[in-house]
């Protein structure tokens, strides 16, 4: 049992470039999350989905899109990374009906743009 | 505007001596609050989780407590070790139905030997 992994770990693009996050988890979690965290401040959210196939927005959407196409993954994209997205990106997941706080945290990709 | 408030910022401790972290927050109402260690470099992983009508959780040698009238909440860390070299950030759950949480910035321990 995994519980939630991200890839990659690290990654430098220049502006402009795009990429994409993938978050994985196998403990069958309705819920999954995208989150930054940045120097001084607590972590905030991106995206969230609350099912295969869907998404919503969180407190910070803009320059991010998602998809949920299976379960187990939930992908972030950067179409035209700037160098306010330089961050360290986190995934959670949670099953449904603990309640919001029980969410369980990959290990983070930090990502640089130059 | 930030909802979750934590003092003090930074600490440094002597290994083998308490510690006492706060958390002021305005969210009102809401479902729980949660304290969470981050070690440099990891993901968030939490510690304990209150519900509005709990007032103490503990976990090993970490204590939380809660004091839902004054929106004060405390992680008390009991005969620190290296290990418990990290930041612990308080969480709090926005009101019921609402998928989001509020985070606060954190009090980064740093426990000397």
């Known amino acids: 049992n995994a519980g939630v992994t991200q890839t990659p770990k690290f990654r430098v693009l220049k502006t402009g470039q795009s990429m994409t996050l993938l978050c994985a988890q196998d403990m069958n979690h309705e819920y999954m999350y995208w989150y930054r965290q940045d120097p001084g401040m607590g972590l905030r959210l991106i995206h969230y989905?609350?099912?295969?196939?869907?998404?919503a927005k969180g407190e910070v959407p803009d320059g991010y899109n998602v998809s949920r196409l299976k379960k187990q993954n939930f992908l972030l994209g950067l179409e035209s990374a700037a160098p306010s997205q330089t961050s360290v990106y986190f995934c959670?997941?949670?099953?449904?009906?603990?309640?919001?706080?029980?969410?369980?945290f990959g290990p983070g990709t930090r990502l640089t743009v130059l | 505007k930030n909802q979750v408030e934590q003092s003090p910022q930074s600490l440094i401790i002597l290994e083998g001596k308490n510690c006492t972290l706060q958390?002021?927050?305005?969210?009102?109402?809401?479902?729980?609050l949660r304290w969470y260690k981050q070690d440099t470099g990891r993901g968030p992983v939490s510690l304990t989780i209150m519900t509005f009508s709990e007032n103490t959780k503990s976990n090993g040698r970490y204590t939380a407590t809660l004091d839902a009238d004054t929106k004060q909440s405390s992680l008390h860390i009991t005969a620190s070790q290296l290990s418990d070299s990290a930041s612990y950030i308080c969480v709090v759950s926005l009101p019921p139905g609402n998928n989001r949480l509020a985070f606060g910035k954190g009090n980064q321990v740093v426990v000397i030997p």
């Open positions: 958390c002021n927050y305005t969210v009102s109402p809401f479902s729980n």
């Open positions: 959670a997941s949670r099953p449904p009906g603990l309640g919001a706080n029980e969410q369980f």
């Open positions: 989905s609350v099912g295969e196939g869907t998404t």
